[in-house]
């Protein structure tokens, strides 16, 4: 899978995909990611990418015509299977999202910033509006990489046991059961004694019931799902 980022603040996007599991997917060859500085196609000598808004108010607005030549800078090279505008009002992101656009090829994903994006280019360019949660960061880039963390680490073969992202929390819309490693007692606290039984059936079943007792009493709305 390929990923381009287009982002006015790159620097903010050097280190999430130098580490772990990322790391791996790029060195793996399964993931490609590349980062674009809207600013190299800044307006002017001042390389002008953002203006206030019409109609007045604070913060500024980035401008159409940067992002339209960056955006289409990539698009004459390759076909995006999704433009992916990173926004607060966008659909809010899910393992079910996530899962779907860990299928795709060619990912574009804009990151805004300032009061953000002029229309024109969502209505013109971007294909998907993703929110990474009900709050307001300064800007896309850390919603892009916890978007990007969240496909790269589903593509197969980057995590070692290939079982282990199946099992994951809200794979099934169910929370994940509680992990032990040793020591077997903590400062008085016992490891279930089931974990210790080498019963794998038990093992599973007592899983499994950890998971519906979390999910219940924890998202109630989740379980919801679940039941349905
Ligand atoms: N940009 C600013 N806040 C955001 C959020 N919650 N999700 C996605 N992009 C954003």
Redesign the pocket.
């Given at each position: 899978m390929r990923i381009d980022i287009i982002s006015a603040v790159p620097e903010l996007l050097e280190s999430p995909f130098r580490h772990s599991i990322l790391k791996r997917a790029k060195e793996r060859g399964l993931l490609e990611v590349y980062v674009h500085n809207l600013r190299e196609y800044g307006l002017g000598k001042h390389k002008q990418i953002d203006d206030y808004q019409f109609g007045g108010g604070a913060g500024m607005v980035m401008m159409p015509e940067p992002l339209a030549n960056a955006i289409e800078a990539l698009t004459v090279q390759r076909r995006y299977d999704e433009i992916i505008y990173?926004?607060?009002d966008?659909t809010t992101l899910r393992q079910s999202l996530a899962n779907r656009l860990s299928l795709m090829q060619n990912l574009l994903i804009i990151a805004?910033h300032y009061k953000g994006i002029d229309e024109r280019i969502r209505e013109e360019f971007v294909t998907l509006e993703?929110?990474?949660?009900?709050?307001?960061?300064?800007?896309?880039e850390l919603?892009a990489a916890v978007l990007v963390d969240a496909i790269g680490r589903l593509l197969p073969g980057v995590l070692n046991d290939e079982t282990s992202a199946l099992l994951d929390s809200f794979q099934d819309n169910l929370l994940a059961p509680p992990v032990y490693t040793r020591p077997a007692e903590f400062r008085g606290r016992k490891v279930p004694e089931v974990l210790l039984s080498g019963n794998f059936k038990a093992i599973d079943e007592w899983r499994l019931e950890q998971s519906l007792e979390r999910t219940r009493t924890r998202r109630p709305d989740l379980f919801r799902r679940f039941e349905e």
């Open positions: 990173m926004t607060p966008g805004g993703i929110s990474i949660g009900d709050y307001v960061l300064s800007g896309g919603p």
